[in-house]
């Protein structure tokens, strides 16, 4: 059947993360950066929690649960979409002090209660993008973090054309998206939130489905900066500062205040994981000699060259000081020194601002924080550690080299900008065995050095996203493929005819 053709204004782009949903409306010959970024949380007032509970029980994934047993920390029964404070309202609600409960329905990577993403994606389409429901003239493109099971799918069809009445559907794996902005179709995809990291290998424009086709790690930007944080809290003349002798803050609230300036450090891009670790020894500063101390003053007296003297004693003193300033920024130079201000306050910083990263990249933190209890040694490791296990999983060795295509950093932490780099260098001995070895019958599995890893990111000439790093990449990819998708007669969405003749099992034709 003959798909319709969609006006570029009426394409409606929705990519949903963990913790953050970004959309927008209309497609340009410069593709636009999303028009609406959205924390993916909804909210209810305690009071109307505990009116509306008298069971418990959450849809996850489409399954109905399976049993009856109260939990608190999911939500009462019987709630609708407009129950759910959402957006700004639930904002403001934060921000007034109010006793409220907050749910991410997509923090697991996916739909973990079906009326609050509801909620979340009515606000976006309605609320944000003020659309209007009775037109149906405007398709959608939705990313979502991991595949769904068919049911579910089967649910979201029915969802956006019943509940939202769009004029046709497509649903794709947003790690394919993010790579696709990166003009890349094979390739892992390391996408960095708040509180963890999806790793996941993409293969000629579909996520590997093999082995284990994606892997989570419980490391996310807040540890991150959290250690940046306690790397701070060393550092006296920054203590100091903050917290002078005078005056001690609280510990609590230093500490509170050392995380804001590594948040503040963090904005401001003044993190570089290549930068070296170790500060080189303060370079000493060489002070002017004295005349020789055979020098006969008298006889220069005697003489009547005493202006003669002076003068040269000054242009000597003049070149001292020129040396001394050289050296002095020679030295902020070797010791990455910079002059920040923040809160009030001017503050030195030097090379143990790049740091930050190293949670993500060095095992011994990983190691120390299991010892004390803080993380789940099942759940937690670096990140090369983290793509050599999930390398390791493919079993065809042709898509294990075509997954080393490409290694693209996205989410939050990609406004690091050479967090990439940083990550592939340390990569080397995971290269997985070139194709061309397949003959060979020794050990797959044994990692050889044929190929190197290729840093991958978001074109500059996409004007639109040159200072979002590629923390936007999936919707820039969603737009590529609606551009493509919606315009072609035979593209992969399910229109509202089709849904209308066959019902949600028609998507499943197109998963």
Same mark, same amino acid.
């Given at each position: 059947? &003959? ?98 409960? =907050? ?11 079906? &009326? ?11 609320? *944000? ?13 939705? +990313? ?60 000629? +424009? ?69 930068? #070296? ?24 007296? =005697? ?20 040396? #001394? ?40 933190? &990983? ?48 406004? &690091? ?74 593209? *992969? ?19």
């Amino acid at each position: 059947m &003959v798909q319709p053709q969609f006006k570029e204004s009426t394409i409606v782009i929705i990519d949903t993360g963990r913790r953050t949903i970004t959309a927008g409306r209309g497609l340009h010959e410069l593709l636009p950066a999303p028009t609406v970024v959205l924390q993916a949380r909804v909210g209810l007032r305690a009071s109307d929690a505990s009116r509306f509970r008298q069971g418990d029980g959450m849809a996850v994934d489409g399954q109905l649960p399976s049993s009856s047993t109260p939990n608190p920390n999911s939500p009462p029964k019987g709630l609708r979409p407009s129950n759910y404070l959402v957006g700004q309202q639930l904002d403001e609600a934060i921000a007034a002090g109010e006793e409220l409960e =907050v749910w991410w329905p997509f923090e697991d990577g996916k739909i973990g209660d079906w &009326v609050q993403a509801e909620a979340l994606w009515k606000h976006v389409l309605f609320h *944000r993008l003020h659309l209007r429901r009775t037109l149906n003239e405007f398709p959608v493109l939705l +990313g979502l973090p991991k595949p769904l099971s068919i049911p579910s799918y089967e649910l979201l069809a029915q969802l956006f054309f019943e509940r939202f009445n769009v004029a046709a559907f497509s649903v794709n794996d947003r790690p394919v998206l993010q790579l696709f902005a990166a003009n890349q179709i094979s390739g892992i995809v390391v996408d960095i939130d708040d509180y963890s990291t999806d790793l996941s290998p993409v293969v000629e +424009g579909e996520l590997v489905r093999e082995g284990f086709p994606s892997k989570s790690v419980s490391i996310g930007l807040q540890d991150c900066l959290r250690h940046l944080a306690n790397v701070f809290s060393t550092n006296a003349n920054i203590v100091n500062a903050i917290s002078p002798s005078t005056n001690p803050l609280p510990q609590d609230a230093l500490q509170a205040t050392l995380l804001r300036l590594a948040e503040h450090i963090f904005n401001e891009g003044h993190v570089n994981p290549l930068a #070296a670790s170790a500060a080189p020894a303060t370079a000493a500063v060489a002070a002017a000699e004295e005349d020789d101390a055979s020098a006969n003053l008298a006889s220069i007296l =005697v003489a009547g060259k005493e202006k003669a003297l002076i003068e040269a004693s000054s242009k000597k003193k003049a070149a001292a000081r020129g040396v #001394a300033e050289r050296e002095k920024e020679k030295e902020r130079q070797a010791l990455d020194l910079i002059d920040i201000e923040f809160e009030g306050l001017k503050l030195t910083l030097g090379k143990e601002r790049h740091r930050m990263c190293e949670p993500l990249l060095d095992g011994e933190w &990983v190691k120390m924080m299991i010892r004390q209890g803080l993380k789940d040694e099942m759940t937690t490791m670096v990140l090369p550690e983290a793509i050599n296990f999930l390398l390791g999983s493919i079993s065809d060795l042709r898509s294990r080299s075509a997954v080393c295509d490409a290694v693209q950093v996205t989410g939050k932490m990609s406004r &690091v900008k050479t967090l990439t780099t940083a990550l592939v260098s340390q990569l080397t001995f995971f290269v997985p065995r070139d194709p061309i070895d397949l003959g060979n019958p020794t050990n797959p599995m044994v990692p050889e050095i044929r190929k190197a890893f290729t840093p991958a990111k978001v074109p500059e000439y996409f004007a639109n996203y040159r200072d979002t790093g590629d923390g936007f990449a999936g919707f820039l990819g969603a737009s590529i493929v609606a551009k493509l998708t919606f315009n072609d007669p035979t593209g *992969r969405f399910l229109s509202k005819a089709d849904y209308a003749a066959k019902g949600p099992s028609a998507i499943s034709e197109l998963i």
